[in-house]
């Protein structure tokens, strides 16, 4: 499966933007769909993920602002990014995690997309 990120871009503080990840694939046999964003020399951290039936998982800095959401009959994730700060400013990466029995997980990640928030 191979991803595809976009939908980046400059936005004032208290904006919106929202990222949207295409898959090659079928994202059915991805568990887990989610984004992560890195800030410059730090490790990327999870901002959202969500299950291949619905559920969801939501850093705390980013809950009641940002909303993940996948179709897995078109194989797409976004994430609607509301009341953004200047801390989101980022490069925010789309992920799948495919999660098998007794084995690791195995990660696909799409490119980053720059998100910056200006104050």
């Known amino acids: 499966v191979q991803l595809q990120a976009s939908g980046g871009g400059l936005v004032q503080a208290g904006g919106s933007l929202r990222l949207s990840c295409a898959a090659s694939g079928s994202i059915l046999s991805v568990n887990i769909m989610g984004w992560y964003r890195q800030y410059p020399g730090k490790q990327r951290e999870l901002v959202a993920d969500?299950?291949?039936?619905?559920?969801?998982n939501y850093a705390d800095s980013v809950k009641g602002r940002f909303t993940i959401s996948r179709d897995n009959e078109k194989n797409t994730v976004h994430l609607q990014m509301n009341t953004l700060k200047p801390e989101d400013t980022a490069v925010y990466y789309c992920?799948?995690?495919?999660?098998?029995?007794?084995?690791?997980?195995?990660?696909?990640w799409g490119q980053g997309t720059l998100v910056t928030v200006s104050s």
């Open positions: 969500i299950s291949t039936s619905g559920i969801t």
């Open positions: 992920n799948g995690k495919r999660i098998k029995l007794l084995q690791p997980p195995v990660d696909y």
